[in-house]
């Protein structure tokens, strides 16, 4: 367990305004954006109401989240709701786990061109699985994936990878049978990795050529066409990491994995240890040990600690969990309609909403921490006013 009540908002709160300002240029406005929500969630700048326990008679501040997608506090409802969703679509087959990770080089130029560069790490890793698995070589099926964007190794590094989730099998061709993996087996990884090493570096070409990229500092002269094109050539050579777990234990072990997966953000509070004059210590996962040493500590200054963190945040509007060929948005419903058809099977129990005077639907939204009685609300909190640029100046009139 983390030191007691130590949030990444505390960090936040004591060492972002100062570090902010020393920052002032480098600092884009969607990170700007987060540490204002992160400091402010739970607070009385956001507003909330006071609540009452009529047994007892204890009163109690409730302040408002900030929602922020990178929020360490806030992903739990938002996965809760995700996952009730999910639930309804598990098939009752063998699902495996797949990674695909950047190897560095990449990443490093990925951090300035994180909308094109993750777009990327999305699609070719979702075509690559597709592709390989529609081979009659291979599985020779239609497959569909649920696809999870992480940029964070335990370090707070910049590591971008995507968790893929995929049932052991797909549609044949005709869409006319069920295709099932060999068991304990899905798709070969050395074969999984060589195409997704070509694919991606024939579409960073392809976006290089386009314009859409950005390089800055060390990685300026990558602007040129043929400094970018020798700079990829090592890359064409080295081993890309692409891994498959082994299968799920079950549609249960599914869901538990995706619960501590998909709103994950880069640290969560229960792995700060603590906050002193060294600095802020958090726990880590070292991958490169083995067995009780892979677990330990490390200790950033805080300037270090909100910059790792800040290195994650999302470019707006990016979506960080995304569906592919059979579990596409499109086409899902329809898909798993007829995979279950094909498997003889019927789709899970929806959660049935609350009927009138059951015990489910009168549960109190607030309970009092004291007696356990329900607390109602005696009086709202107003949220500050947002902090606004003032008008631009017109000049004289």
Same mark, same amino acid.
């Given at each position: ?174 869409? @006319?049978?069920? =295709?099932?993996?060999? +068991?304990? &087996?899905?798709? /070969?990884?050395? *074969? !999984?990795?060589? %195409?997704? $090493? ?40 080295? @081993?890309?990491? =692409?891994?498959?777990? +082994?299968? &799920?234990?079950? /549609?249960?072990? *599914? !869901?538990?994995? %995706?619960? $501590? ?137």
């Amino acid at each position: 367990m983390g030191a007691p009540g130590l949030e990444v908002a505390d960090i936040f709160r004591a060492h972002g305004p100062a570090w902010r300002q020393a920052q002032h240029a480098h600092l884009s406005l969607g990170q700007r954006k987060v540490m204002s929500a992160i400091e402010q969630c739970r607070t009385a700048a956001l507003g909330g109401h006071v609540l009452r326990c009529d047994a007892c008679e204890q009163v109690e501040v409730a302040y408002n989240s900030c929602r922020n997608r990178h929020c360490p506090k806030c992903q739990a409802s938002a996965a809760r709701r995700w996952l009730d969703a999910r639930q309804a679509e598990l098939l009752p087959v063998e699902y495996y786990h797949v990674v695909f990770t950047l190897p560095a080089p990449i990443s490093a130029i990925a951090y300035a061109n994180k909308a094109v560069m993750y777009g990327l790490l999305f699609d070719i890793a979702a075509e690559t699985l597709r592709t390989i698995a529609a081979d009659p070589r291979h599985l020779g099926a239609q497959i569909g994936a649920t696809l999870v964007l992480h940029t964070w190794g335990s370090a707070l590094t910049h590591h971008p990878h995507v968790h893929g989730i995929v049932p052991g099998g797909g549609l044949s061709s005709d869409g @006319e049978r069920w =295709v099932a993996c060999r +068991r304990g &087996f899905f798709l /070969p990884v050395r *074969v !999984l990795s060589r %195409l997704f $090493r070509r694919r991606f570096l024939e579409e960073l070409g392809r976006a290089h050529d386009r314009g859409q990229l950005q390089f800055f500092g060390e990685h300026a002269a990558l602007a040129d066409a043929t400094a970018f094109s020798d700079w990829l050539a090592p890359l064409r050579q080295c @081993e890309w990491v =692409v891994y498959a777990k +082994r299968p &799920f234990a079950g /549609p249960a072990a *599914v !869901l538990a994995y %995706l619960s $501590r997966y998909t709103h994950r953000v880069a640290i969560s509070n229960q792995r700060l240890v603590a906050m002193d004059e060294r600095g802020i210590t958090f726990r880590w996962k070292d991958y490169r040990a083995s067995g009780r040493t892979r677990y330990k500590t490390m200790t950033l200054e805080a300037p270090e600690f909100m910059r790792r963190f800040l290195l994650h945040v999302l470019p707006g509007g990016f979506h960080r969990i995304r569906h592919y060929g059979l579990l596409a948005n499109a086409g899902r419903r329809a898909n798993l309609a007829r995979v279950r058809a094909l498997l003889g099977c019927e789709a899970p129990a929806a959660r049935e909403a609350p009927q009138a005077g059951s015990a489910e639907l009168i549960q109190p939204t607030f309970v009092c921490p004291c007696c356990g009685a329900a607390m109602r609300i005696v009086e709202t909190v107003v949220r500050h006013q947002p902090i606004r640029a003032p008008p631009r100046s017109r000049g004289p009139a």
